[in-house]
């Protein structure tokens, strides 16, 4: 699933400073590699069921795809809650808080889970709402296209999750 064409989506020029913040925030310095946003509630069940197995997928093939991955609690969630989520959950990629709620409107989630893929290009290659049986072949899918600088599929999903 693409951008709802509704919304109006951000440019890579006013992405870069945005990417910019959320990496230092997580600890990660610019690589230049693509970024996959996890935007997560830690008291959303779709949430507590679905993000290990984006924990699972990044430790899988985080060696050859070249993806920097970071879950962005929203929703309220405290640091604390986060930290408290990424250790019971045992996920391995670093989290951050949404400080202020601005994050998830700016990259248009309108429900967690929310899965934002943006290419080394800086431009937001697919958002995925929700949770579907299929999430985690699509999200390999993709990644694995966005990792070789190759357009990703496109996936026509409905899933289910909450507000952000």
């Known amino acids: 699933m693409s951008l709802d064409s509704s919304i109006s989506s951000p440019t890579a020029a006013q992405i870069a400073p945005v990417l910019q913040h959320i990496l230092e925030r997580a600890g990660i310095s610019s690589t230049g590699n693509p970024v996959m946003l996890n935007f997560f509630r830690t008291d959303c069940p779709w949430c507590a069921t679905f993000v290990p197995h984006l924990s699972e997928i990044y430790s899988r093939h985080d060696f050859k795809l070249k993806i920097d991955e970071i879950g962005v609690a929203c929703g ?89």
Do not use: W
Request: glycine share 12%; net charge negative; hydrophobic share 40%.
């Open 76 to 164: 309220g969630n405290s640091r604390e809650m986060a930290e408290k989520f990424k250790r019971e959950k045992l996920i391995v990629f670093p989290i951050i808080t949404d400080e202020g709620g601005h994050l998830a409107p700016f990259f248009g989630v309108s429900r967690v889970p929310s899965i934002v893929v943006i290419g080394a290009s800086g431009q937001i290659e697919r958002v995925y709402s929700g949770v579907t049986e299929q999430l985690s072949g699509i999200l390999e899918h993709t990644l694995f296209a966005v990792a070789n600088r190759q357009e990703p599929p496109e996936y026509d999903m409905v899933g289910n999750g909450c507000a952000p």
